[in-house]
């Protein structure tokens, strides 16, 4: 029986796969990706918790604006990596360290 | 044992003292003149000249001697019992019941001494006016001059032991200075010291006696003593008092007592006497005075012929009470005295250096003073002492001026022929080589023969405790053998230096040679290229001066069995020397007296031939035939017997070895331990250094470089990437959960 | 950093991890495994197959864009992703949030990615994203996080009850939107507004001043 907890353990592993994304990619673009995950991890725990909790609609709603608010900041953050892209001539995050010390 | 000798003195009773507190000026005026001219005297004799100097020095001793008369015409107008005048300056030291105090007082044996030392005294600093002319110290020589003065007069003038001590110390200091003089000449200089480190022999033994007379007197006072006696004192006329006065216990005390097997008095008498040898050149610690002749003339006459050399002589006669108790002390002061005499005559022989025979012939002339005392008859050494002062004064300065007119050469064999150029130094000197060569009319016979007739009836003698009965006579046959040798060797100097022809180099620098003692090279100018002239008046003056009063004192000392009554000296010296009386001489009729006396002009007679036949007018050869025939023992007379190179192996070498093992010893133990101590406190200080250096600093840049390099490690944090951020709220993240489980 | 100090640090960092996870199962699980009433499991129809299938599918493109090299292969592991979320959705009964997640993610912002990839790596390079700490790192946190969440997931006493039975959405959606959710809605535009002259302005070239 899929209950509330599959559907939790699903979009754990989607955040933690996001979070490992994030923490290890180099190329920025790949960061991002690893952010849509993220965020898409959080979602399913919205829908789930909404279709097993009280409010159904609220869960959906707030999913929806997630992936509204993730389609903003991908282009933001795309545009700021094609910014970085034409200035640094790469797109490695690690070499972004001029805040370093 | 010990002979009950103390009849006479309970016949004296405590008695009246005058006081006249201006005695003090006596021996301060010299002093204060010592004193300016110390401070003063380079400057004013640069500035003034010498007059400012010499008017000064010989204004302050004219002064005191007429101080002195005055307290002699005081005397004379008091009973001869009551002529006993004080002063009490200042209480230097309270023992309680013991009072040592800066006091003077003069009795009739003082007087004599006082009146000695300022009348001579003055003339010889007149004298060394003219034979000091042309030193450029003349100041320096004038203050210790009155120094000595000074100290001379505080020794005759004190009234208790303590403050003879004193001026005992001080007369060998002002010695020293005088001896050495000219301190730039190394054997001047060695000479001063030979005479103090010998001297101060000498005060080791009189130390000894005094502190044992004293241990003594506590004794005597601590065991039952009279009421009404004073208790412990070094007053050496409280002294005398108590031990004359019958039931103190005292004179019977210091008899019984005894100290190491000897009678503990006459152990007191040899010690004291052993202070007198080393300041009277007795047998064996005479050996410095030769040598002092290293001084400029008019010191060895004052010094070493009048007054110091005669305090020893001094003191035996103040003390004469002591002697008089211990026959012991008595015959070993006579015996001493009378080798001596012996001694020193053989060597006077061989003498070529004017003044060193008139040293040998002091040396022997004391000790004719010390059998004089020794035997018991104290106011005929105290008589030879004043003639002696006399006729060796004379002698002295006679030589200095003779000295001085061959352009400083001492030797007899360069002189001669100089009574034709020199007549008053001449018949100055005959004058004096008469008195003492024992001829009448002139002092020395009376004094001498008195001496040695009281020696050849001295029966009472003992030596450690043993009845020596013929020592008296053995010592009057030695002193007369002594005697002839005087008459011999005195009229040898003097026709070797007087008559013949001059053997002296004129002119030229001859005289520079080394010889005798040598010169200083202060003494040394350019005389002019004269020969030998008669000397200055105010030299001449002083020699007629002393000459007449060597003829003169003649009178003092007529023998009773000329005139019938006791001589003047005598009756005058009574009062001081009451233990005089006491002394159990052994009765002879007066024509054996009168025989000996003969006898005396005999061996006097016998000298002068002898010399005249030898050395008179340069023309035998007799003197240098014998010379050669004897030639070893010549030699071995000519340098004192080696007494002075026996002296240097048995106690200088070992001494400075002593000096030099103790040097080492101070050195390499004593400075190693404080270098030790002085290393470990080095060591400390480093140990301390590198503790501040590493532990503490190291402490103190440890935390300022933990802090940097933590800072250093810290900054890694911020590398300026997402992704370690991210990392790190994570960790934050989870640990926050950690926590949440942990935190109940 | 050394060699050494760097293995040094991975090591003490494997072993925090392992000390974490370790004690937190000890303390977290072990209590409250014992209290749970494991609930029935049942027989196993369609549906649950269908369900593991999909999460299959989005976590293995998860997967694929955590682990693979090449940036490309990430791109199509996150559309495997996508989709395998929105056949989630549908299961859920959320059909409006479904499509709209592919029309807008896989349609718009997958797209997105994919010119930002285009335009800013050469295909030819593969290599672009990878380093040795990125394997060994990403492990750890995955080891770390995982657990914890997985936890929660299936420890937290959720009140579950019978879920509602399948309906569309869009309507109330629609309805909650206008309505309730008005606000939001409206600020959300103007967000988007802002974020689209943004990102013209940034990513526009520089202009030279002649």
Avoid at chain 2, 113 to 140: D, K, N, Q
Avoid at chain 3, 121 to 133: F, K, P
Wanted: with cysteine; hydrophobic share 55%.
């Amino acid at each position: 029986m899929i209950s509330l907890v599959h559907f939790l353990v699903v979009g754990g592993l989607l955040f933690t796969l996001g979070l490992v994304t994030v923490a290890t990619r180099r190329n920025a673009v790949g960061v991002l990706m690893g952010v849509e995950l993220i965020l898409n991890g959080a979602n399913v725990n919205f829908v789930a918790f909404g279709r097993y909790g009280p409010a159904a609609t609220t869960g959906q709603v707030f999913a929806l604006f997630v992936i509204l608010l993730a389609a903003a900041e991908a282009a933001v953050g795309l545009a700021i990596v094609l910014a970085i892209f034409q200035t640094a001539r790469t797109i490695d995050v690690r070499q972004a360290d001029l805040l370093r010390e | 044992m010990e002979h009950e000798a103390v009849h006479g003195l309970e016949a004296l009773a405590p008695i009246v003292a005058t006081p006249a507190a201006w005695l003090r000026w006596v021996p301060l005026l010299p002093l204060l003149g010592a004193m300016w001219n110390a401070a003063l005297g380079k400057r004013l004799q640069a500035r003034l000249g010498k007059r400012a100097v010499h008017v000064v020095a010989v204004g302050v001793m004219t002064a005191a001697f007429a101080v002195a008369v005055v307290a002699f015409s005081t005397m004379l107008g008091l009973e001869p019992e009551a002529r006993f005048l004080e002063d009490s300056v200042w209480t230097a030291a309270v023992a309680d019941p013991l009072r040592i105090d800066l006091g003077f007082a003069l009795d009739p044996l003082g007087m004599a001494m006082v009146l000695v030392v300022t009348g001579i005294g003055t003339l010889i600093h007149v004298f060394s006016i003219g034979y000091m002319h042309e030193e450029p110290a003349y100041w320096r020589y004038f203050a210790y001059l009155n120094l000595f003065a000074a100290a001379m007069l505080t020794l005759v003038m004190a009234d208790n032991l303590a403050l003879i001590f004193f001026g005992w110390e001080g007369v060998g200091l002002a010695s020293y200075l005088l001896i050495g003089f000219w301190w730039r000449d190394r054997d001047k200089a060695a000479a001063g010291m030979k005479a103090f480190v010998v001297n101060r022999i000498g005060d080791f033994g009189f130390l000894a006696g005094l502190l044992i007379l004293f241990w003594l007197l506590a004794g005597a006072w601590g065991t039952g003593t009279a009421p009404g006696s004073a208790g412990p004192t070094l007053n050496w006329r409280e002294l005398r008092d108590q031990i004359a006065l019958p039931g103190t216990g005292v004179a019977e005390h210091l008899q019984a007592v005894r100290l190491l097997g000897l009678p503990a008095l006459g152990l007191v008498g040899m010690l004291l006497f052993v202070g007198a040898m080393g300041k009277s050149a007795q047998l064996p610690l005479h050996v410095w005075l030769p040598d002092a002749m290293a001084g400029p003339t008019p010191v060895s006459a004052l010094i070493h012929a009048a007054t110091m050399v005669t305090a020893g002589v001094y003191l035996v006669a103040r003390l004469d009470f002591v002697y008089a108790l211990s026959p012991t002390a008595m015959g070993w002061v006579a015996l001493v005295g009378g080798l001596t005499a012996c001694f020193a005559a053989t060597i006077g022989f061989v003498q070529t250096d004017i003044k060193k025979v008139l040293a040998y012939s002091t040396v022997s002339q004391l000790g004719f003073m010390f059998v004089g005392v020794g035997v018991g008859a104290f106011w005929a050494g105290a008589y030879h002492l004043v003639t002696h002062a006399f006729f060796k004064a004379a002698l002295f300065l006679g030589s200095g001026s003779v000295i001085m007119a061959c352009h400083h050469e001492q030797d007899m064999r360069r002189m001669g022929g100089l009574g034709k150029v020199m007549p008053v130094t001449r018949w100055t000197y005959l004058v004096a080589t008469w008195a003492i060569a024992g001829f009448p009319v002139a002092s020395g016979f009376y004094s001498k023969d008195e001496i040695l007739w009281k020696a050849f009836t001295a029966r009472h003698l003992e030596l450690m405790g043993v009845p020596v009965p013929w020592l008296g006579p053995a010592i009057w046959a030695a002193c007369l053998v002594a005697a002839t040798g005087t008459s011999f060797y005195m009229f040898r100097s003097y026709y070797m230096t007087f008559t013949g022809s001059y053997r002296g180099a004129v002119g030229g620098h001859g005289e520079h040679d080394a010889h005798g003692s040598g010169h200083g090279s202060a003494e040394d100018h350019g005389h002019g290229h004269q020969g030998p002239r008669e000397s200055p008046l105010s030299m001449t003056a002083v020699l007629v001066a002393l000459a007449a009063g060597a003829v003169l004192a003649s009178f003092l000392g007529l023998p009773a069995v000329w005139t019938g009554h006791e001589p003047a000296l005598e009756r005058w010296l009574a009062p001081s020397l009451t233990a005089g009386h006491s002394v159990p001489f052994t009765e002879f009729p007066h024509a054996l007296e009168i025989a000996f006396q003969g006898l005396g002009v005999l061996a006097a007679t016998v000298g002068w031939l002898g010399a005249r036949a030898l050395y008179a007018e340069g023309r035998s050869h007799a003197p240098e035939a014998l010379k050669a025939r004897f030639a070893g023992a010549w030699s071995f007379v000519n340098q004192a017997w080696r007494v002075d190179a026996l002296y240097d192996r048995v106690v200088v070498r070992p001494s400075v070895a002593l000096a030099r093992g103790l040097s080492r010893f101070d050195g390499v133990v004593i400075d190693g331990a404080v270098n030790a101590a002085g290393a470990i406190g080095r060591f400390l200080g480093r140990l301390d250094a590198a503790i501040d250096a590493h532990v503490v600093d190291g402490l103190v840049d440890g935390v300022a470089t933990v802090t940097r390099r933590a800072g250093g490690q810290l900054r890694r944090l911020q590398t300026g990437r997402i992704q370690t951020y991210l990392y790190g709220a994570l960790g934050g993240a989870l640990l926050v959960v950690l926590l949440d489980f942990l935190v109940p | 950093m050394s060699p050494l100090r760097r293995t040094v640090l991975w090591a003490l960092a494997t072993a925090a991890v392992i000390a974490f996870v370790v004690a937190m199962g000890r303390m977290a699980i072990g209590p409250a495994a014992e209290e749970a009433a494991r609930p029935a499991p049942g027989a196993v129809g369609l549906p649950d197959v269908l369900f593991f299938l999909l999460a299959a599918v989005a976590v293995g493109g998860a997967a694929a864009v955590a682990i693979s090299r090449n940036i490309l292969r990430s791109a199509v592991g996150l559309l495997a992703a996508l989709l395998g979320v929105g056949g989630l959705y549908v299961f859920l009964s959320a059909d409006f949030v479904a499509i709209t997640q592919v029309l807008v993610y896989i349609g718009g912002v997958l797209v997105l990615v994919l010119f930002a990839v285009m335009l800013t790596s050469r295909i030819t390079e593969v290599a672009v994203s990878n380093t040795s700490v990125g394997a060994f790192g990403g492990i750890l946190l995955f080891v770390a996080v995982a657990p914890v969440l997985a936890a929660v997931a299936v420890l937290g006493p959720w009140s579950a009850r019978e879920p509602a039975p399948l309906a569309p959405t869009t309507r109330v959606i629609g309805d909650a939107l206008l309505t309730r959710w008005l606000l939001p809605f409206e600020v959300a535009s103007l967000l988007l507004l802002a974020t689209l002259v943004g990102a013209v302005v940034m990513a526009r070239k520089e202009i030279k001043v002649e």
